[in-house]
């Protein structure tokens, strides 16, 4: 299949809104690099440029699923405050919950948990998220 480009959108360039998608993208992706790297700073420059507290990135990841699975749960707790979703689902089937339990973050869970994430939802395979863990503390609070 062949696309073809009207010519006058070749010449002005692309719109804006394309635009402002890239910056958008870019940001979010400086994003996930940020909440790796644990920066606060270079997280909130980034949500100041752009990406979004509630924004899939790549692989369909959230913000708060990389601070769960990075166990930065200062970052988790400022993006709760600011409405991040806690039941959102990864292509791959995570939730924030999931990356916490399977990276093995007791506090990470406790904070989720407490926040109200569901801890009954399911593995992709339709067990429960014990399977996922051998850390008592984790399974202690999965089982309460």
């Known amino acids: 299949m062949v ?10 360039g692309p719109p804006n809104n394309i635009a402002n998608t890239n910056q958008a993208y870019n940001s ?4 996930e690099a940020a909440i790796r ?24 990841i959230t913000p708060l699923m990389w601070a769960a699975h990075y166990g ?12 991040a979703d806690i039941e959102a689902v990864s292509w791959a089937g995570f939730t924030a919950l999931t990356d ?20 009954n939802v399911l593995t992709t395979s339709g067990e429960a998220l014990t399977i996922l863990t051998q850390n008592q503390e984790i399974l202690s609070m999965l089982n309460h």
């Open 37 to 60: 790297d644990n920066n606060f700073e270079d997280m909130l420059n980034c949500v100041n440029n752009g990406a979004s507290v509630h924004g899939f990135g790549d692989l369909s």
């Open 72 to 83: 930065n749960v200062n970052i988790m707790i400022w993006l709760c405050d600011q409405g």
């Open 100 to 119: 916490a339990v399977v990276k093995g973050y007791p506090e990470a869970v406790s904070m989720l948990l407490n926040r109200g994430a569901n801890r």
């Open 28 to 31: 979010q992706c400086a994003m």
């Open 3 to 12: 696309i073809l480009i009207p010519q006058n959108n070749i010449a002005n």
